[in-house]
């Protein structure tokens, strides 16, 4: 059973922005905390950012003042605004859901959307 799906992903070119949106299911307790990871051809997965319900952020260091993630409880949705996107930027971008927030950036997800394909190129 499918709980997130991705949406949003596409090509762009540099320096361009892409906003990523992801809707979660009612299956997935609406006081999970959510946030997005990134996968790149040849490299490991890693966190790219994460929001609570209370709107608590953290974001890992390379996309400090490029990227926003935002939430919207109403609608069950959560978002990822990318700016000044860089040919490095290029990955499959998963949606997650885990318990708490210290739990999601360590890695331990609960959930994990199928994923949506970024590409920066010129």
């Known amino acids: 059973q499918v709980q997130l799906v991705e949406s949003g992903g596409g090509l762009v070119q540099p320096g361009e922005s892409l906003r990523l949106s992801c809707v979660a299911s009612?299956?997935?307790?609406?006081?999970?905390?959510m946030g997005w990871y990134r996968q790149a051809p040849g490299k490991e997965r890693e966190l790219v950012a994460a929001?609570?319900?209370?709107?608590?952020?953290n974001y890992a260091d390379s996309m400090k003042g490029r990227f926003t993630i935002s939430r919207d409880s109403v609608k069950n949705m959560v978002y990822l605004q990318m700016s000044g996107l860089k040919p490095e930027d290029t990955a499959v971008y998963y949606c997650t859901a885990a318990q708490y927030l210290t739990a999601l950036i360590l890695g331990r997800v609960d959930h994990w959307g199928q994923g949506t394909q970024v590409t920066v190129s010129s």
């Open positions: 009612q299956s997935i307790p609406s006081h999970y905390a």
């Open positions: 929001i609570t319900t209370g709107g608590s952020t």
